[in-house]
C-alpha cells in the first residue's frame, strides 16, 4: 500500500485555541493521519475476491488507506449468494487537489464481486489554488468471474480539479456491470474541472475507450452538443458473454427526446425522467447506456431505464 504521508502535528503554543494543532516545518512524516494543513494524500486501496471452494467467493484481501475503509457488507437478493459485496466507506474528505489516490481490484477466476460506496465521493479544491487530483481505479476480472461496480455519484464541487483514471481488463469469458455517474457543481454552484477516461479491454482487445472534460476551461462541454443546460452525466456498460451468438439488446432513445419525438417513432421510448439516455450495442457482447440529466436523481432514474433495456 502506498503510505499516507502527512506533517506531524506538535503540541500546541500557551494560546492556541481549543483543537487546534500546530505544525512543525520539516517535521518527521507519520502515516495514516492527515495534520491541520492539510497536506496532499496518497493512498491506495486493494480488493482482491477469490473463490472459496464452497460455491462462494472470498476476500482475501480487502486492505484500506487514507481516504478508503473498505468492508465486506451483506449482499441482499435470491441470485446473490455466491456473490462478495464490498462497500467502499470514506475515512476522510478527499479528493482534494493535490491527493493522489487508487484503487485496485482483482476478480479471480470463477468469483463474483460487487463493489459499492456507502455515500458519493465529493471532490473538493485543495490548500494549493489550481491543484489538481488524481484517482486511478485499476481492475481486471478473470475467466468465467463476475464484476458488478455501482459506487454513488462523484460530485465535482466548485473550485475543484480532478482527474480521474479507469482501466479494465476482462478475460473473454468474464461478466461485467460498470455504472458511473458523474454530478457537475453542489446545487446552486458552479463545477468544478472534472476530466475522466474508462478504457476497457476485453479478451486483449480494446472493447471501450472514452474521454470525458468537464467544467471551466472544458471546450463546448456546456454547448448544445454536448450537456448544455444538464449537470448530470453517467455511463452504465454491460458485458455479457451470452450476448457473443445472439447479439447485445438494439439501439434505443429514452427519457425527454423520446417523449418529444413520441412513442410511435421506432427506438423511442419516453419514459416520464428528465434528461436524455441511450442505449447503444458495442462490437462484441457488450452494450453502452449514456445518459445526461439535470441533477443526480432523474440520471440514475435514466440508466436504471437504460438497465432494464439490456435485461430484455
Do not use: K
Not at 476480472?141 to 479507469?166: D, F, K, N, Q, Y
Amino acid at each position: 500500500m502506498t503510505p499516507l504521508e502527512v506533517a506531524a502535528p506538535v503540541e500546541p503554543r500557551p494560546g492556541t485555541p481549543p483543537g487546534a494543532a500546530a505544525v512543525r516545518r520539516g517535521a518527521p512524516r507519520v502515516h495514516g493521519a492527515r495534520g491541520a494543513t492539510r497536506g496532499a494524500v496518497r493512498a491506495t486501496a486493494r480488493i482482491l475476491a477469490a473463490p472459496d471452494g464452497r460455491g462462494g467467493t472470498a476476500l482475501p484481501v480487502l486492505v484500506g488507506g487514507g481516504p478508503f475503509a473498505p468492508r465486506r457488507t451483506r449482499a441482499a437478493g435470491p441470485d446473490d449468494a455466491e456473490l462478495a459485496q464490498v462497500t467502499i466507506v470514506g475515512a476522510m474528505s478527499a479528493p482534494l487537489g493535490g491527493d493522489r489516490l487508487r484503487i485496485e481490484v482483482r476478480v479471480e477466476a470463477g468469483a463474483r464481486l460487487r463493489v459499492t460506496s456507502a455515500a458519493a465521493t465529493l471532490a473538493l479544491p485543495g490548500g494549493v489554488p489550481d491543484s489538481v487530483a488524481e484517482y486511478d481505479v485499476e481492475v481486471s476480472v478473470g475467466e468465467g468471474a463476475e464484476l458488478h461496480w455501482s459506487p454513488e455519484p462523484l460530485i465535482a464541487a466548485a473550485g475543484s480539479r480532478l482527474r480521474m483514471r479507469t482501466r479494465i481488463d476482462l478475460a473473454g469469458s468474464a461478466r461485467l456491470w460498470y455504472r458511473e455517474e458523474q454530478v457537475l457543481g453542489r446545487y446552486g454552484e458552479r463545477p468544478g474541472r472534472l476530466d475522466t477516461r474508462l478504457t476497457v479491454r476485453r479478451d486483449g482487445r480494446p472493447l471501450l475507450d472514452q474521454e470525458q472534460q468537464s467544467g471551466p476551461g472544458a471546450p463546448g462541454w456546456d454547448g448544445p452538443a454536448v450537456l448544455h443546460t444538464h449537470r448530470a452525466v453517467g455511463q452504465l456498460l454491460v458485458v455479457d458473454p451470452a450476448w457473443a451468438e445472439s447479439g447485445p439488446p438494439g439501439p434505443h432513445v429514452l427519457g425527454a427526446t423520446a417523449a418529444r419525438r413520441g412513442a410511435s417513432n421506432r427506438g423511442a421510448r419516453p419514459t416520464g425522467h428528465p434528461g436524455d439516455a441511450a442505449v447503444l450495442p458495442l462490437v462484441g457482447p457488450a452494450a453502452l447506456v449514456c445518459a445526461a440529466a439535470p441533477d443526480a436523481l432523474a440520471l440514475r432514474r435514466l440508466l436504471e431505464a437504460g438497465a432494464a433495456r439490456t435485461r430484455g
